[in-house]
């Protein structure tokens, strides 16, 4: 398995994450080539999320020394752009814990999405280290069956959707809060932040917007 790299930063200049969160890009490697916007309407693939995402060069040694250096109680966003460590549908799960234990080590609240598959029981073990994972789903089906598992769940749907959503199983889907409201940044809400039963639908944003439909059931 290859050696996921790493790029990070404060994002005092974001709008949207807020003064107080920081920033880990991962290398494209990680991404699963199951997801759905892979290498195609990813909003990543354009714009300066692009151009900090391609500087994702540094070692996991670095990563940690610079989580040492956060302020205690801070908020970490995890894979701004990439997935989780290793190579495309794969979890290098040793990386990924060294990461969660270092975040809780030093105080910290991290947060992340990933298309990857994993386990109830990894989601409930990272969450207790401060670590929270967010399932990203592609079809209305695979979001039920991560909810009524116990994980965290987010979609990405198109530029035109409701606030709110029930799925055919009956689990409840709202917007992302910030979408709606530009004064609200992330550390503010922290939605994503915390064990849920309520999925949270991101309205498609950047250059490629258009080009994404409405997942399917």
Request: net charge positive.
């Amino acid at each position: 398995m290859n050696e996921t790299r790493f790029f990070f930063s404060s994002s005092r200049a974001n709008r949207k994450l807020g003064a107080a969160i920081y920033s880990i890009y991962s290398s494209r490697s990680s991404c699963p080539s199951t997801c759905a916007l892979y290498r195609g309407a990813c909003y990543a693939e354009g714009g300066p999320v692009r151009l900090q995402w391609n500087k994702a060069t540094r070692s996991l040694s670095e990563l940690l020394k610079w989580l040492d250096g956060i302020p205690q109680n801070s908020i970490v966003r995890y894979g701004v752009a990439g997935d989780l460590p290793g190579d495309d549908v794969e979890i290098d799960y040793d990386t990924l814990f060294t990461i969660a234990r270092r975040i809780f080590s030093n105080g910290l609240t991290c947060f992340a999405y990933t298309h990857k598959k994993i386990s109830p029981d990894m989601v409930k073990k990272l969450a207790e280290y401060g670590f929270i994972i967010n399932r990203s789903c592609d079809s209305w089906s695979e979001l039920d069956a991560a909810v009524n598992n116990g994980i965290p769940s987010v979609i990405v749907v198109p530029v035109d959707f409701p606030k709110k959503y029930v799925t055919q199983s009956g689990n409840v889907v709202i917007t992302c809060p910030q979408q709606d409201n530009k004064d609200l940044t992330c550390a503010k809400c922290r939605l994503c932040m915390r064990p849920r039963h309520t999925s949270i639908a991101f309205r498609a944003h950047g250059a490629r917007a258009r080009k994404i439909a409405a997942p399917q059931l």
